[in-house]
């Protein structure tokens, strides 16, 4: 006989939202930090929502890291200090951070335009 599947627990989904990146340390030193380290859960404490939003405004945050550390790996490959392989990496990752990010923000806008727009 099928077994009922039980509901996700909401660390799981974010988890699942957040991605590998947003719970495991970094390889290499001197790279953006997260604030989480590997196998840590992350700590749900408020409502649904007020913990969404707190684990989104520090993935966004994790964003800016990023994006400090790839500039800081262009001034380091301009004077001489990094590989040009290594600040490759640093800026397409965060090329594809900032992308999704933005892509991100664009579908909760729309999502919350058409929640806003429903009729009861």
């Given at each position: 006989?099928?077994?009922?599947?039980?509901?996700?627990?909401?660390?799981?989904?974010?988890?699942?939202?957040?991605?590998?990146?947003?719970?495991?340390?970094?390889?290499?030193?001197?790279?953006?930090?997260?604030?989480?380290?590997?196998?840590?859960?992350?700590?749900?404490?408020?409502?649904?929502?007020?913990?969404?939003?707190?684990?989104?405004?520090?993935?966004?945050?994790?964003?800016?890291?990023?994006?400090?550390?790839?500039?800081?790996?262009?001034?380091?490959?301009?004077?001489?200090?990094?590989?040009?392989?290594?600040?490759?990496?640093?800026?397409?990752?965060?090329?594809?951070?900032?992308?999704?990010?933005?892509?991100?923000?664009?579908?909760?806008?729309?999502?919350?335009?058409?929640?806003t727009q429903m009729q009861i």
């Open positions: 006989m099928a077994e009922a599947i039980g509901p996700i627990k909401a660390e799981v989904r974010l988890a699942q939202l957040l991605g590998d990146d947003f719970v495991s340390e970094p390889s290499q030193i001197g790279a953006p930090s997260n604030n989480i380290s590997a196998g840590q859960r992350v700590e749900l404490t408020g409502s649904p929502f007020e913990d969404i939003l707190s684990s989104a405004i520090e993935a966004l945050n994790g964003v800016s890291r990023q994006e400090m550390y790839a500039d800081q790996m262009v001034n380091s490959y301009l004077r001489g200090e990094a590989e040009l392989h290594e600040v490759m990496v640093a800026q397409s990752k965060m090329s594809i951070m900032v992308q999704l990010a933005v892509t991100t923000v664009n579908s909760a806008v729309s999502t919350f335009k058409e929640i």
